[in-house]
């Protein structure tokens, strides 16, 4: 799936679902080393655990991160499919 992010620097997120497993996990933009860093550790996760991990967290003064995009994105995934 192709997710474009609103609210932080990253311009958007691909990733793959697996057997319920976020898999290929890539930003494109933001922080390179956050961004692999997040995607490193977000790999073979379950979908539901990653977004209750990530969901809600904030990247200074804004009201969202490339961690919650990715939890974002992976709701709508889950609404999709």
């Known amino acids: 799936m ?4 609103q ?6 997120i691909h990733f793959d679902v697996k057997d ?4 290929n996990v890539q930003y494109i933009g933001g922080c390179s080393g956050n ?3 997040v995607a ?3 790999e073979g996760m379950d979908i539901d655990e990653a977004i209750r991990r990530m969901e809600g967290i904030h ?3 804004r009201p969202t991160s490339c961690p ?7 709701k709508k ?3 999709e499919h």
């Open 2 to 5: 192709i997710y474009k992010t």
């Open 35 to 37: 961004t692999q860093g």
């Open 68 to 74: 919650d995009q990715l939890a974002k994105a992976l």
């Open 20 to 23: 319920n497993k976020v898999v």
């Open 7 to 12: 609210g932080v620097c990253s311009k958007e």
């Open 40 to 42: 490193a550790l977000i």
């Open 77 to 79: 995934y889950k609404a």
């Open 59 to 61: 990247c200074g003064p």
